[in-house]
């Protein structure tokens, strides 16, 4: 498999908006088993539980300053070479969505050099790909658990539909949130911190007019991410660790006639307290 791969399939507003993506929020310690992503400019290696269920997985990177890690199931009967041929076949700016009949995104992170990053995920069996966000991929296998472990029942769930969001108004640090897809299509969980109300207002105005460059004058810290693009259904679960103030939650995924999320409304104003 080839470059192609990421390029369409796990790029994020880093790369696509010029945007300065900062490392998500932590998960407290749980008893979960660990998976582990250990990321280079142009390697990852899985390590630790590959086994079905709940699972805490821990993001490292070295010999660069960030990366962007992802995990991707194949449907039955396709293999990473099938897979890797089909997605480097798609043009650019093809929707993520064009993967659905052929694998899904079931998480896409962040990795920040001197600090290890991680999120709760609840992994199917099945054949995956690990994923950075430069040019590295690994098969791996994932078996079947004859107990799988349970995942901590958040504090709070905060989803994206098509389109837009739904969840809390404000969320607090130290709580445990689940960000969820419960849309048809791929999306994502950018959040971009403003000095108030009606800074958040006034970008979202300019979200919604494509007027993207407009809108980043805005934003008064470099923008992080809950969770990258995501597939229907699926979610990871991060505890909120963030500064409190507004913030705006946005979409940055393209749709079918290529217009982003963010031109049909999907953004949304929250704050985030002690």
Known sequence: MKRPLL???LTIAASAYGL???AGSSTAATPLPTLTLALTKHTITVGGSTVSGAVNIVSTVTGEKA???GLILLKPGVTPAEFGKIVGSLGKGTP???IDPYASIVFDGTATAGAAT?????????????VNNGDGFTPFTVAASASPAALPTPDATFSAIDFGFRGPSTLHDGELVRFQNDGYLVHMMIFAQVKNV??????EALLLAGKMTAAKKNVIAPPGMFAGPLSHSYFQQEVITQPPGTYVILCLMNSQDGREHTQLGMFRTITITK
Request: no cysteine; charged share 15%.
């Open 7 to 9: 390029a369409i399939v």
């Open 20 to 22: 300065a993506v900062t």
């Open 67 to 69: 990366d962007g890690p």
């Open 96 to 98: 993520l969505d064009a």
């Open 118 to 130: 991680t999120a709760q995920v609840w992994l199917r069996p099945g054949s995956y790909i690990a």
């Open 198 to 203: 009606a800074a958040a207002k006034k970008a």
